[in-house]
């Protein structure tokens, strides 16, 4: 299968950072979902798969309904996903919250988007990853206020745990605002582990190994307990030590 540029900015200005150059060979699986008016639902999207995988998912969001969309990639091959959320109804709101572990040679790519079009709609975005070994990863976060969007909020952080010095990381927070009168926030964190966490724990009697998965399971349980099923939760969480361990 030939390999294609998957999910990419909308802006060309970008291109020059090479955050628009990941391609992927895998079958694309395309989800398309609708949260009627009034109502709430909540997605879970967990990748496990030793295989390349490609995802795109479009979710659109009725008037006063809410979106909750929870993601975790622990997989072996190479990923890559596409998530848009349309916020279409006055008073809706999308939650987001994103885990991902890449080591070995792993290519992520992951391109979210939720675009804000009713009055007064409220998104958060909040992506925790790590990376070890020589990952390569681009996470591209884009809230997008579109005209109409009065009084709308949004809010979007990525936090990303250096565990070797040999990946290669690629954050890229944007926010497009065609309405005056809104309210967003972005930021990214990128940095190695606190040595003083490390520290502290070695004391307590762990090894550096130890303490590094303990301080990187702490940070994904948040993200990793709102899955709806223990069972997938479980395996999650039971895949995530044992590749933190190796």
Same mark, same amino acid.
């Given at each position: ?20 150059? $990941?391609?992927?060979? @895998?079958? +694309? /699986?395309?989800?398309?979902? !609708?949260?009627?008016? &009034? ?21 659109? $969001?009725?008037?006063? @309904?809410? +979106? /909750?969309?929870?993601?975790? !990639?622990?997989?072996? &091959? ?169």
């Amino acid at each position: 299968m030939d390999e294609k540029i998957f999910g990419e900015l909308p802006l060309r200005s970008w291109r020059w950072l090479g955050v628009n150059d $990941v391609k992927s060979a @895998a079958q +694309v /699986e395309e989800q398309i979902f !609708d949260v009627p008016d &009034g109502e709430s639902r909540t997605f879970a999207d967990v990748n496990l798969s030793a295989e390349n995988v490609a995802r795109r998912i479009k979710i659109s $969001v009725g008037k006063s @309904a809410r +979106v /909750e969309f929870i993601a975790a !990639d622990i997989g072996n &091959g190479n990923f890559s996903a596409d998530v848009e959320i349309d916020l279409r109804g006055d008073d809706s709101a999308a939650d987001v919250a994103a885990v991902y572990f890449g080591d070995g040679n792993r290519r992520l790519d992951f391109n979210y988007v939720i675009r804000q079009r009713g009055k007064r709609t409220s998104a958060t975005m909040n992506v925790r990853g790590a990376l070890t070994e020589r990952c390569d990863k681009i996470f591209r976060g884009t809230l997008d206020f579109q005209r109409g969007a009065k009084g709308s909020t949004g809010r979007e952080l990525e936090e990303v745990i250096i565990l070797s010095p040999g990946t290669r990381n690629r954050s890229v927070p944007l926010m497009l605002a065609a309405e005056d009168e809104v309210d967003g926030h972005h930021a990214v964190s990128v940095g190695r582990l606190d040595d003083e966490k490390i520290f502290y724990l070695m004391s307590r009697g762990l090894d550096k190994s130890q303490a590094e998965r303990l301080i990187v399971e702490a940070a994904f349980n948040p993200v990793v307990e709102k899955i709806p099923d223990e069972n997938l939760r479980a395996e999650l969480s039971d895949k995530l030590q044992r590749r933190l361990s190796k």
